[in-house]
């Protein structure tokens, strides 16, 4: 198609185009120039704060550099003056700060006027372009930083900077450092945050010398497994594993490291508490010095309780648990009569006794003389009576009762129910427990340790002795031993074993913790006073008195008597006692033809025993024989088996004991051929139950416990073997542990009434029974246990 417009015309169409395209190239040349500006702004803007982050490292090097330079030229900031030299800190510092704060002006910079238009050093080819409020904020950090910069120059001057950091709280703290390191040359010269120690420790003035002045060295592998051995011990001892077996492999794996402390931490001339023969202490020790430089703060475990009793009002509560009550003449009833009686003398405690009630079917069974009560407050009160007709003073002390039954199997009385909840939660502090295993055996309720803050027991008999002598005694008394290592771990904090005869049972000590009725010490004495006065006191020769059963000597003496009839042609014994094995033990005397008089169970303090000289003891099933003190008490001679049941006794000079069937022969001759000696004032005291007290309350930790004669104590504590040092309340402890599993899985053992049933306990005796309920004032079980559901 041919185009027949002139060409004037066609130049006229096409200038619109190109001065559209022009105009939208300016525009896009703009926008360009526009987007490159502000980059252009935001790389300046990036390099100004980094600049300033680098003003800002380099001012906190030389603030660094100036307390440094003062602290090696004094040891205290100094006071600031009236007219104070400007330091060549400042004067370094004062044309940097010049220099960026004319470079933030000058090139161009980022300004506002006050309309606020931006203003800037650099044009971007129109100058009316308006920044909207939201790029406003974006420079706000730029503009607040500049105006710091300039409030900064205002105070370069080193009087305005002196006093700037005069006020600071950091100055505060560098001159506190400063003022430390200046002590005097005598003082430590490094501050070390004195640990958080248990009382005994922060009393020990010697192991605060080894916290504060040196650091703790950390732990290494030996030790750590050393700590996994001797924490393991009940374990290792459930698996035959012997105690002497584990503590020999602890000191070998500590032996190295304790030598190397003992050069680290023992100042010349003085001498540590890691020099201690105890090597399970020393490593305690060390576990909780090194937890405690850390900060570290042990809270309690899976099984930790944390209600127990409140001991913030000064007063204490002791509450002591047995397994036998009057009228019963048995040592579980009589040896805590006296303890709680002698404990209540003080004002310190409160003291209740807890003894268990029996129904009137086995009182009959059990109490002798068909002696019978019908209530609770009856037999009250003739115990009341009885002890304190031979004490000699009023008791104060408060005697409950928890439901028990009668075994005829085992010739003992067993607990019914849960018998910690015959003390209330406030009372239970302090808890006592007189042949601890017996009670715990079938023992299905609150766990002991839980409920009260310290518990001790007392182990009273030595069962293992009796069981061996029944049919299958190996095997039953391998399981029992077991069993008690059990309950002793779960149930206990302190066990005090009357004489080394019982079973090694795990946090126990060897003490005899029992005295004698005052009565006999009055017998000895009037003794001695008819002998002082050339009257004869002993008019006749030797007896034995116990009750009748074979485990209680009387297997011994038949046959010490029928081995040796005619060494001992002559020799006459009578014996005294009342038993189930009455008829077979006379029988078998006199088929052997022995001279031995029977006789009827009687009182040891009776008249008709008085004129006795000797007191032939054959036993050596007995843990710590009551007659036996009871008869040095009074100032006759003993002749007892060489047995650690006896050992007690051997520093009394009329105590006479035998090794051998021979030496039994000489022993009763000797006594029978001469007088006793009078006993002397400290020989009566240490039989007496005051001396026997004091004994409990040290051995037991009671005294410091209860916080008696603090200095007296801290000062014998430090100096006694059988003090075991309490470790830190920061330390984890895996024993605990170890007792809370094996306290849960005993409770879940005693709660099958199957398991209880195939190990021998009593049937009805997880829960007390109605005849119970109504004689205690008790809810019915039903109510007090309900059973919910099928």
Known sequence: ?????????????????????????????????????????????????????????????????????????????????????????????????????????????????????????????????RWEESHLKDWEPVRALKTRLRELERKSSSSEILESLKNSEFVEKVKSSLKAICKEPTESKVCVEPYKLCSRYQENERWNLICEGVGVPPLDVPELFAYLVRQSGPFLDQLGIRRDISDKIVESLCSKRKNQLLLRSTPAGESSILESDNVGDELDVRIASVLQSTGHCYEGGFWTDSSKHDTTNGKRHVAIVTTASLPWMTGTAVNPLFRAAYLSESAKQDVTLLVPWLCRSDQELVYPNNLTFSSPEEQEAYIRNWVEERVGFKTDFKISFYPGKFQKERRSIMPAGDTSQFIPSKDADIAILEEPEHLNWYHHGKRWTDKFNHVVGIVHTNYLEYIKREKNGAIQAFFVKHINNWVMRAYCHKVLRLSAATQDLPKSVVCNVHGVNPKFLKIGEKVDAERERGEQAFTKGAYFLGKMVWAKGYRELIDLLAKHKKDLDGFDLDVFGNGEDAHEVQSTARKLDLNLNFMKGRDHADDSLHGYKVFINPSVSDVLCTATAEALAMGKFVVCADHPSNEFFRSFPNCMTYSTPEDFVAKVREAMANEPQPLTSEQRYNLSWEAATQRFMQYSELDRVLNINDKEVDSQSSQNNHQIMKKSVSMPNLMGVVDGGLAFAHYCFTGNEFLRRCTGAMPGTREYDMKHSEDLHLLPPQVENPIYGW
């Open 1 to 129: 198609m041919i185009n027949l417009k002139p060409p004037e015309a066609r130049a006229s169409t096409s200038a619109p185009v190109t001065a559209d395209k022009a105009l939208s190239s300016i525009i896009s040349r703009g926008w360009k120039e526009v987007r490159d500006s502000a980059d252009a702004d935001l790389r300046l803007m990036k390099n100004r704060a980094n600049s300033f982050k680098d003003l800002a490292s380099s001012f906190d090097r030389e603030l660094e550099n100036f307390l440094n330079s003062a602290s090696k030229s004094t040891f205290a900031v100094p006071a600031i003056g009236s007219s104070p030299s400007e330091s060549d800190f400042v004067k370094r510092l004062r044309p940097k700060l010049n220099a960026i704060v004319s470079e933030v002006d000058s090139e161009g910079a980022v300004d506002f006027d006050e309309k606020g238009r931006l203003r800037r050093g650099r044009r971007v080819g129109f100058t009316d372009f």
